[in-house]
């Protein structure tokens, strides 16, 4: 089974509302990425939080990390057209540290 | 210029037949992997090559070979194609393990 676990599997929005994705993971980790995947392409990276970290910021982007619930989420705030895309966690708590990704978060925000 | 390349973009074959998938990163990373994308978008690792050691996820048939001729190409072969193969491929590389990915654009492999 996938080590991560992306809920909702999709979400549809207006413009300028913020979303929020959560991600659930099952082993212990040494950081968690999130990655951004527009129809047709590969998978970008957005953001990566450590272990020890609870919160990062980039741009409009604000990730929260619970090590505790093996839990994390995305937030996209003031979402655009333009953030429409799947939307991914990974996480490396496995062999060989090799990133292992959830099913990811559909993610349509509408004009 | 492109930081992690794939060929072909599309792939059309028939079943049993034997294909290979181009992979070239210009970034100097030292660890290449390859990624399988089933019709439900789940991504699977299938392969990671890092200093000339080689992590196979256990799931994955022997049919799929990796082949890294230097540290910037990994290649993909896949022997005896089955139906169940169909699916997008995806080549990427970081720095090291756990790093960031930077992701090739895919290949859609389709076996009929």
């Known amino acids: 089974s996938q080590q991560g676990e992306e809920d909702p599997q999709a979400l549809s929005i207006q413009e300028g509302e913020n979303a929020t994705m959560n991600c659930s993971y099952k082993?212990?980790?040494?950081?968690l990425q999130w990655y951004r995947q527009n129809s047709g392409r590969g998978l970008v990276h957005l953001i990566l939080?450590?272990?020890?970290?609870r919160e990062k910021h980039s741009g409009r982007l604000r990730v929260t990390l619970d090590t505790s619930k093996k839990s994390s989420s995305l937030l996209i705030t003031a979402s655009r057209a333009a953030d429409t895309a799947s939307y991914f966690c990974?996480?490396?708590?496995?062999?060989?540290?090799?990133?292992?990704f959830g099913g990811g978060t559909r993610l349509m925000v509408k004009p | 210029d492109t930081a992690v390349s794939q060929t072909p973009k599309y792939l059309v074959t028939q079943m049993g037949n034997d294909k290979s998938i181009k992979c070239e990163q210009n970034?100097?990373?030292?660890?290449m992997y390859w990624y399988k994308q089933d019709s439900k978008k789940f991504l699977k690792i299938m392969f990671s090559?890092?200093?000339?050691?080689?992590?196979i996820n256990e799931t994955v048939p022997n049919r799929f070979s990796p082949k890294s001729p230097d540290k910037a190409h990994l290649n993909l072969h896949i022997n005896s194609l089955e139906l169940g193969d169909s699916a997008v491929y995806f080549c990427?590389?970081?720095?090291?393990?756990?790093?960031?990915?930077?992701f090739g654009n895919g290949t859609r492999l389709t076996v009929t």
């Open positions: 990974a996480t490396d708590g496995n062999a060989g540290n090799m990133l292992t």
């Open positions: 090559y890092n200093n000339k050691e080689l992590i």
């Open positions: 082993t212990s980790i040494n950081n």
């Open positions: 939080i450590r272990s020890n970290e």
């Open positions: 970034l100097g990373h030292d660890t």
């Open positions: 990427a590389s970081s720095p090291r393990p756990s790093a960031p990915l930077h």
